[in-house]
């Protein structure tokens, strides 16, 4: 018994083109699973790190999912607007700390530009209440000022003092600019891992600046319209923004100052409070979720049962290595143990390679999925489930390899001997 590991090494040794195939199998369903599992973990973590100290997310009148999707997380648009009349009363409001605008709508080359005021960058937190940091310059303030988001700054190579000119609506591709009124870039962010990295930020003022001339998506003829100076001593207040986000003096009012908003009298609102609406977007999502573990599960299915097919396969082939066994001394007991540990071989070293597949596909993906979706990758030691889960993948291979192992238990000695024609 003690020679049997060394025989079953050299044994899969002497066959290790298909074992090779097996370890590959085993190994990719092995990534797949723990890939989806970390995937699915460093995406809920990304998004609940989006925004951190913000009691209550303010707009019209929508579901809460909606409202929490584009105000937060910049995905999809506002059907209605908030006027900035009833953010002003809710600003003063003696129970509210801070309330900071959001106008969103405009865009630069495919990266959303947010109009808000300076003290955005004073009260937006993330993760666990982290504020917002410089790489280069400041806060906008001057009418024309832009703060950029790291991923912006590095994807386009801006510096600071770089002229740049957002475009009029949404998209890579825009037909409709602003050019008349360029922005300068007086500020960039350290990077966040938060949809902060992917905008454009400028006062609310400058995008007033930037629309004075502009009508139903379209710009005044040349002569009707209002150069970058001349709106410097326009009326620039604004009338309509997006959303507003709240921090409360006391947390116990909170859910008062929610229902307040909803039962607002002089225009539709909606307030929500992120935590609760992230929660319904897991419960959204988790159907789905749980359909790509079981795929990943099926996978890892897949693989074990392509050693067994790979085993029964081959031990037709060694009858007589298997007879040869038995007359030097080996007991059918050994046969049968000498099987499993192959099945077990071939298990480890998918589920090992399968580790190495699953990071080396994480490093290779991070930054896309960072850059695309917001989505930070923490590469990161097994958890405890992660290695539970793969015993679990050698136990299973031992309960499949049982049944090529109870075949050659139950072949007598003769039977290898025996020429078949």
């Known amino acids: 018994m003690s020679a049997l590991p ?46 951190s100290g913000t009691d209550l997310v303010v707009g019209a009148r929508s579901s809460p999912l909606s409202l929490l999707l584009y105000a937060v997380f910049h995905v999809g648009e506002a059907t209605q607007s908030v006027s900035y009349a009833s953010y002003e009363k809710v600003a003063r409001h003696p129970d509210v700390a801070w309330a900071v605008p959001v106008a969103l709508g405009d865009s630069h080359r495919g990266f959303r530009v947010l109009g808000t005021e300076a003290s955005y960058f004073e009260h937006w937190r993330y993760g666990r209440g982290r504020a917002l940091a410089f790489d280069a310059g400041a806060p906008f303030v001057d009418l024309y000022d832009a703060v950029l988001g790291a991923e912006v700054a590095a994807r386009l190579g801006y510096h600071l003092g770089d002229r740049i000119v957002i475009a009029h609506g949404l998209g890579e591709v825009s037909f409709a600019e602003h050019a008349d009124k360029p922005f ?124 067994l097919t790979a085993i029964l396969t081959s031990l037709n082939e060694r009858r007589r290595e298997m007879a040869i066994l038995r007359s030097v001394g080996a007991r059918p007991l050994d046969v049968f143990a000498l099987l499993l540990l192959e099945a077990a071989l071939l298990a480890a070293a998918g589920a090992v390679a399968g580790v190495g597949l699953m990071y080396a596909a994480l490093a290779g993906s991070a930054p896309l999925l960072a850059r695309r979706f917001g989505v930070v990758l923490e590469i990161g030691a097994l958890t405890p489930y992660d290695a539970a889960l793969l015993a679990g993948v050698v136990v299973a291979s031992l309960v499949i390899g049982a049944v090529p192992a109870l075949n050659a238990y139950r072949r007598s000695l003769a039977d290898g001997l025996t020429i078949r024609l």
Request: charge should be positive.
């Open 184 to 307: 300068r870039v007086a500020g960039i962010l350290a990077r966040t891992g938060t949809p902060v990295d992917r905008a454009v930020h400028v006062s609310l003022e400058g995008l007033a600046a930037m629309h004075l001339d502009w009508q139903s998506g379209a710009q005044a003829p040349p002569g009707e319209r209002v150069s970058a100076e001349a709106a410097r001593a326009a009326d620039l207040r604004p009338q309509r923004i997006t959303a507003f986000m709240v921090g409360m003096r006391s947390k116990s009012t909170v859910l008062v100052m929610q229902r307040a908003l909803n039962e607002y009298r002089g225009e539709a609102l909606t307030a929500i409070i992120p935590g609760v609406a992230l929660t319904q977007l897991w419960e959204l999502v988790g159907v789905a979720e749980t359909a790509l573990l079981v795929v990943a599960a099926c996978v890892v299915v897949a693989g074990l049962l392509g050693m």
């Open 6 to 51: 060394l025989l079953a090494l050299r044994s899969v040794w002497n066959r290790r083109g298909t074992a090779a195939l097996t370890v590959f199998s085993i190994a990719v369903s092995v990534a797949l699973l723990l890939g989806v599992l970390h995937l699915r973990e460093d995406a809920r973590r990304s998004f609940a790190n989006t925004v």
